[in-house]
């Protein structure tokens, strides 16, 4: 299977603001996730969280990225680090995950958590693994099944229950909604919140 080659880059994203050449002031640093076979190392994402990987690398599921590299960043600063680890897991894929996965994800979240780096996961496509929610999506947090799977989530990688976010994605609504948009947005405070009191535990 051939995968889009941005896949296995480290990219960055900036969100714009309404005028042109503002943004946002936080970004978002994006890596392709776990793969039994063709995955990002544990080692590369221990990286990153310090900021030694620079914009463009190309993750090698063979090897990590060696200090020689033109794209290793050899003196981070606070705006190359990590502030918040982000875990992004297809609701409709819980309960396939494999053990090996299960236990790189919290190895990576070990690593964070030994950088004082706090870490929140997102469970997207709740409406496609749970037909209560599919109905109306007020039921997320009603729903037995998306509460068990965020459960047993929870116990296999340590991300406590009120870190963990469900949302739905974006995939073919023509229009924002409402209900949609207040669970993308509750995450999104909340991860920035994070951030924000990570920044502050730093200066002290």
């Known amino acids: 299977m051939l995968l889009p080659l941005h896949l296995f880059h480290y990219l960055t994203y900036n969100i714009q603001k309404d005028k042109p050449g503002t943004f946002y002031p936080f970004v978002f640093s994006d890596i392709r996730g776990l793969d039994p076979q063709r995955g990002v190392l544990v080692d590369d994402i221990e990286l990153a969280l310090m900021g030694h990987v620079k914009e463009g690398y190309v993750f090698n599921p063979g090897c990590k990225l060696s200090e020689g590299s033109r794209f290793y960043n050899k003196s981070p600063t606070d705006n190359n680090k990590v502030h918040v680890l ?15 996965i299960l236990w790189e994800i919290r190895d990576v979240r070990l690593k964070a958590s030994r950088l004082g780096i ?13 037909p209560e929610t599919k109905k109306d999506l007020k039921n997320v947090y009603r729903s037995r099944y998306i509460k068990e799977k965020m459960e047993q989530f929870s116990a296999n990688v340590g991300i406590p229950m009120n870190c963990i976010f469900p949302v739905k994605n974006y995939h073919e609504e023509i229009n924002l909604r409402d209900d949609t948009d207040a669970l993308i947005l509750s995450a999104m405070k909340h991860i920035i919140n994070y951030g924000d009191d990570f920044i502050n535990w730093k200066a002290t």
């Open 118 to 130: 706090p870490q929140v996961a997102i469970i997207t496509k709740v409406d496609q693994a749970c």
């Open 86 to 100: 982000v875990c992004v897991i297809p609701a409709d894929t819980l309960s396939s995950m494999s053990n090996k």
